[in-house]
Nanobody, 125 residues
Framework: QVQLVESGGGLVQPGGSLRLSCAAS????????MAWFRQAPGKEREREFL??????????SYADSVKGRFTISRDNAKNAVYLQMDNLKPEDTAIYYC????????????????WGQGTQVTVSS
């Protein structure tokens, strides 16, 4: 089993940046692809895929809504995955979750094995 803890959320003005971090427990972190998804206010039943990265970190995939603005990365030595978010917009306001997946394709399709409690990101002036 993998436990995930997200951090780095907060209040930021439109156009600003945030870097989210996700710390994973367990010795099998590198066996999973990793992903970020979010749930927006009023859409708590909807998981919007944002980004996924392969086990080695050699490949990544992004949703069109964040492509060019968000960057996913991972450090297998630290059991951590990150999401650098630039040029944030009010519509990016949501709770952000990191999750494990069996592969990048599975993550894109929304099939996650484990996820954390989430971190709130609010984009507002």
């Amino acid at each position: 089993q993998v436990q995930l803890v997200e951090s780095g959320g907060g209040l930021v003005q439109p156009g600003g940046s945030l870097r989210l971090s996700c710390a994973a427990s367990g010795r099998t972190f590198s066996a999973y692809a990793m992903a970020w998804f979010r749930q927006a206010p009023g859409k708590e039943r909807e998981r919007e895929f944002l980004a996924a990265i392969s086990r080695s970190g050699g490949s990544a995939s992004y949703a069109d809504s964040v492509k060019g603005r968000f960057t996913i990365s991972r450090d297998n030595a630290k059991n951590a995955v990150y999401l650098q978010m630039d040029n944030l917009k009010p519509e990016d306001t949501a709770i952000y979750y990191c999750a494990t997946a069996r592969g990048v394709n599975q993550a894109v399709d929304g099939f996650y094995d484990y996820w954390g409690q989430g971190t709130q990101v609010t984009v507002s002036s």
